[in-house]
């Protein structure tokens, strides 16, 4: 099945600087990737997601770069804000299933 | 638009008990699936329904069964539970069978096993 490994595990960023998180995948079919953001006590939320059709996708302050070479995909935030700080989730699915194949996560905290 | 609701919020049972955990999903959603949660982990697959069968299941053992219901709400049931069970369970929404869609998740249902 498709393995998820995601870095870093935490990350702290100053408020206004960038946070990059990375997810490599193992199965070269996969083809949808979402990431997700959990806040404390919160269900996870959808907040940005690529199909392996499409390279880069950006919505405001957050991006999502693909690279189906490397079997490696990326979640970018600019300008972070407290409200930025959660765990998030980079997750995969294969063209086979229906299943969610999900990361460890990343703590991001913001410094203000 | 109503999304994904789950009850109970929090449940403590004891070893060797069973629990029932229930799932709404999203208004217009036909697909259910269920992810337990440990606690600092991401979310591992149980398994999916859809047309009210079990269409697709993770590494889960037998002690973990589930239902759809006519309506497309769906229980999660696990039997002779273990210290190991307690942990997050979330349910998450889709809409129709195909591959690839969205899924919605729920607050989630907090399982504690003593």
């Known amino acids: 099945g498709e393995n998820v490994e995601q870095h870093p595990s935490t990350l702290s960023v100053q408020e206004g600087d960038s946070a990059v998180i990375k997810c490599t995948y193992s199965d070269s079919a996969s083809n949808y990737f979402p990431w997700y953001k959990q806040e404390l006590g919160k269900r996870p939320q959808l907040i940005i997601d690529?199909?392996?059709?499409?390279g880069e996708k950006k919505d405001q302050r957050i991006a999502v770069t693909l690279n189906k070479t490397a079997k490696h995909f990326s979640l970018h935030i600019t300008e972070t804000q407290p409200e930025d700080s959660a765990v998030y989730f980079c997750?995969?699915?294969?063209?086979?299933?229906?299943?969610?194949?999900f990361g460890a996560g990343t703590t991001v905290t913001v410094r203000a | 638009d109503a999304g994904v609701t789950q009850s109970p919020t929090h449940l403590i049972k004891t070893r060797g008990q069973q629990v029932t955990l229930r799932c709404s999903p999203k208004s217009g959603h036909d697909t259910v699936s269920w992810y337990q949660q440990a606690l600092g982990q991401g979310p591992q697959f149980i398994f999916q329904?859809?047309?009210?069968?079990?269409?697709q299941r993770g590494n889960f053992p037998d002690r973990f069964s589930g239902h759809q219901f006519p309506n497309y709400s769906s229980e999660l049931n696990v039997n002779a539970l273990l210290l190991g069970d307690s942990a997050l369970y979330l349910c998450?929404?889709?809409?129709?069978?195909?591959?690839?869609?969205?899924?919605?998740f729920g607050p989630g249902t907090r399982l504690l096993v003593l």
């Open positions: 690529i199909r392996s059709n499409v």
């Open positions: 329904y859809y047309e009210e069968e079990e269409r």
């Open positions: 997750a995969a699915t294969h063209p086979n299933d229906y299943k969610l194949s």
């Open positions: 998450a929404s889709s809409l129709s069978n195909r591959i690839g869609e969205t899924q919605y």
